[in-house]
């Protein structure tokens, strides 16, 4: 991979969690807990995974520098979104925590030298994976829920419309207009 290449990639890593917090001011947090079905993620539940992953993450990036050649687990994310509670457990915290991991993990990776980026380790899934690939997919992973996020939005508002403001009729205006000076002592029939 060219430098430019990945430093466009390094860029987008660092830039994830703002992202991330820029697309939650989208949704109102009184739909964060709405499962579009049983088996799909709530908003609340994708951020929770990403603090776990975020986590996860943070080590393993530390192997490929530090251990180059060592497995890596993979997470077994819906067991762990079943078996950790994610409902119970605060989405500040987790958001707090993937802010300051990434971060951490972006400015350990912007000094690291050309050669350890073609170090690998063991993957589970993907085999030997060097830490180019792993930015790849690291990069991804944010706006991929991101992205899921806003679907769930989406599918919320179908079953959950934008409530409109009433319109009040002519009369309705005029009782109120007189309501306001009673209530304000004012004598009614006064201008």
Known sequence: MKRESRQALLDAFGRAPHQLL????????RMWLYKPSPERWSIHEIILHLADCEAHSYVCCRRFIAEPGSAVFRIDAPRWAGSLGYFHQS????????RRLRRTTHEL????????????VEH?????L?????????????????????????LWLRTHPPRRAA????????????T???DSGVPAGTP
Do not use: C, D, Y
Request: zero cysteines; charged letters at 35%; aromatic letters at 6%.
């Open 180 to 182: 306001r000076r009673i």
């Open 124 to 128: 589970p899934r993907e085999g030997r």
């Open 130 to 154: 060097s830490l180019e690939r792993w930015l790849e997919h690291q990069a991804r992973h944010i706006p991929h829920h991101v992205e899921q996020m806003r679907e769930n939005f989406e």
């Open 167 to 178: 319109s009040r009729r002519p009369a309705e205006l005029e009782l109120t207009s007189t």
């Open 91 to 98: 989405t500040r915290e987790a958001l707090e925590i993937v």
């Open 22 to 29: 820029t697309a939650l001011r989208q949704f109102p947090k």
């Open 109 to 120: 990776l912007k000094s690291v030298p050309e050669a350890v980026w073609l170090q690998t």
